[in-house]
């Protein structure tokens, strides 16, 4: 069975520093995302990573894959109180039908104070 | 905006009735899915469908019944629910062969 494990759960930091949100998974897959989520609203899609070794960026946030290790990150840079919101990643579930649903961590509770 | 709709966005309904949440999306997409995000647990996907027909349940009660009459329009018919099944309910799309997966906006279901 496929798990995903984030951490930490809930992180409290001042702006302008810096920090790295963690994601484990269980067994092997070929897609890593992470999204956002901001209170009372959907999932926006931050980031797919496809490859081991693969590194996106996005202003502040940049997010890392490394398959060997089954792991990924996400680096906040210089952080700013926008970017206060719940971080998932999600593992693609390879069920051979051409049409894979995702398996979430439980998210980070991201909040970023003056 | 992602291209997936969802509807009604927040709904009240008591144990006795029935309900159902539509989602479209026109992204040409072939494949669509029916997540729940409840407070207690991690977003958990429920049901897949690949070009109409269903793939997945992931063991999800018979009290929730999706219908997928063409690879556009999901449904999820709701009947006699209880209270733990209050979440939001997430659709959301994707086309095989690329990796992108769009959300809709949700459902906010409240079971009273």
């Known amino acids: 069975e496929l798990k995903v494990e984030q951490n930490p759960l809930f992180l409290s930091m001042q702006e302008g520093k810096n920090y790295t949100i963690y994601c484990n998974y269980s067994t092997t897959s070929d897609r890593l995302y992470w999204y956002r989520q901001d209170p009372g609203k959907s999932l926006e899609s931050l980031f797919v990573l496809l490859s081991n070794g693969a590194v996106k960026q996005e202003g502040r946030l940049m997010a890392s894959l490394d398959t060997k290790a089954r792991l990924s990150t996400l680096h906040i840079t210089a952080a700013v109180h926008d970017l206060s919101a719940t971080y998932f990643c999600a593992v693609r579930r390879d069920s051979g039908g051409g049409a894979d649903g995702l398996t979430f961590g439980k998210g980070t509770h991201l909040i970023i104070q003056p | 905006e992602t291209g997936v709709t969802q509807t009604p966005r927040h709904l009240v309904m008591g144990m006795t009735n029935k309900k159902s949440l539509k989602c479209e999306q026109h992204l040409g997409h072939n494949a669509m899915y029916w997540y729940k995000q409840s407070a207690k647990k991690p977003l958990e996907l429920m049901f897949v469908y690949n070009f109409k027909e269903q793939t997945e349940n992931n063991s999800v009660p018979s009290r929730f019944s999706p219908e997928c009459p063409n690879s556009s329009h999901l449904f999820l018919h709701l009947h006699t629910l209880q209270p733990e099944d209050s979440a939001l309910y997430l659709c959301?799309?994707?086309?095989?062969?690329?990796?992108?997966?769009?959300f809709g906006q949700g459902t906010r279901l409240t079971v009273v």
């Open positions: 959301a799309s994707s086309l095989s062969g690329t990796p992108e997966a769009f």
